[in-house]
């Protein structure tokens, strides 16, 4: 597990590990006007029945990280460390190890530092071979370059960024749709290219590096929504200022296969899907449209795959899907 942790050093970090708290230098403020902390917390959620039920432990760390992460980097920060928490029913060290490995993947990949976490054994509260895992990170970035939302307008251009699947939110509803048993798991579809398992479980992307890309192709992103619970009807708002809407073409991109397989064999309607899942978006920016094409060329480069999804509009703050 230390050699894990010790990839995702960064050099503001203090002492080795073990201690009863975790030290990161402030040097990393210094030459900012008016550093701002940012910071982010979260778990997994029931996606964790799935990787119990897998018995694979290495991806849901990268959830946790990202679901963390991905909102600091929302607000214009960048991800300076993180720490987890995980609490089980009994301490199998294999098993520890192999989420913790997971939880550095999602550091490495945010460049963040696992400056420390905790361990629970917490034997009659959790089954023997069930566990549950949190995380909490803290970002920095300069006041002045918060993004907030506040300077978008009428006519601003949304781009949104492809996810890697469903993520780590809508599992209690995968869990009603398709029967959670090895044989289920283990079946591949055609149009999903890998078993139903392999689809499911597939980690968080993690948009730290992109949306780092953009703000340094000198694209201004006006606003930014991480597409989470509550999907598209939830989320978008939360990035508006009050008079304006944003406006969602659901043709614009493709909608990935697992969605429709969710459709096809739920019988889910489709407001229920855009208001539960990403839906193959996974960040949501609102650009002016003089920075849409930079931003696109910069989000390409960072190796991403982004679309033109719509546009804001005068009215209610909320989002029309058309």
Do not use: W
Request: a negative charge; charged letters at 20%; glycine letters at 12%.
């Amino acid at each position: 597990m230390k050699k894990h942790v010790q990839e995702t050093m960064r050099p503001e970090v203090l002492g080795g590990l073990g201690g009863f708290s975790g030290a990161f230098s402030m040097s990393a403020f210094k030459n900012m006007e008016k550093p701002t902390l940012v910071s982010g917390t979260d778990g997994v959620g029931t996606k964790l029945k799935l990787a119990f039920l897998m018995d694979r432990h290495d991806t849901v760390g990268i959830d946790c990280v990202a679901m963390c992460v991905n909102d600091i980097a929302c607000a214009g920060g960048e991800p300076l460390f993180f720490l987890d928490y995980i609490a089980c029913g009994r301490n199998y060290p294999e098993k520890i190890a192999e989420i913790v490995s997971g939880v550095a993947n999602g550091c490495k990949q945010a460049n963040a530092a696992l400056i420390g976490g905790e361990t629970a054994e917490m034997p009659g509260f959790y089954p023997e071979d069930e566990y549950d895992l949190a995380g909490f990170a803290v970002g920095v970035v300069d006041e002045k370059d918060l993004i907030t939302g506040i300077h978008v307008k009428e006519g601003d251009v949304l781009i949104g960024i492809a996810s890697s699947g469903i993520h780590s939110n809508g599992f209690s509803l995968v869990r009603k749709v398709f029967d959670m048993t090895k044989e289920s798991l283990d079946t591949y579809y055609e149009e999903l290219g890998k078993t139903l398992g392999e689809a499911l479980i597939t980690p968080t992307k993690i948009y730290v590096n992109t949306l780092k890309s953009v703000k340094d192709s000198g694209a201004v992103i006006k606003a930014c929504s991480h597409i989470t619970g509550g999907g598209f009807y939830e989320n978008i708002p939360r990035m508006l200022p009050e008079g304006i809407r944003a406006v969602v073409e659901k043709s614009s991109y493709q909608v990935p296969a697992i969605f429709g397989l969710l459709v096809d064999k739920g019988g889910i309607e489709e407001e229920i899907m855009y208001n539960t899942y990403n839906m193959g978006i996974g960040m949501i920016l609102a650009v002016s449209p003089a920075d849409v094409d930079t931003a696109m060329e910069a989000i390409r480069g960072a190796g991403e795959v982004p679309y033109v999804i719509g546009h804001t509009e005068r009215g209610e703050k909320g989002v029309t899907l058309c």
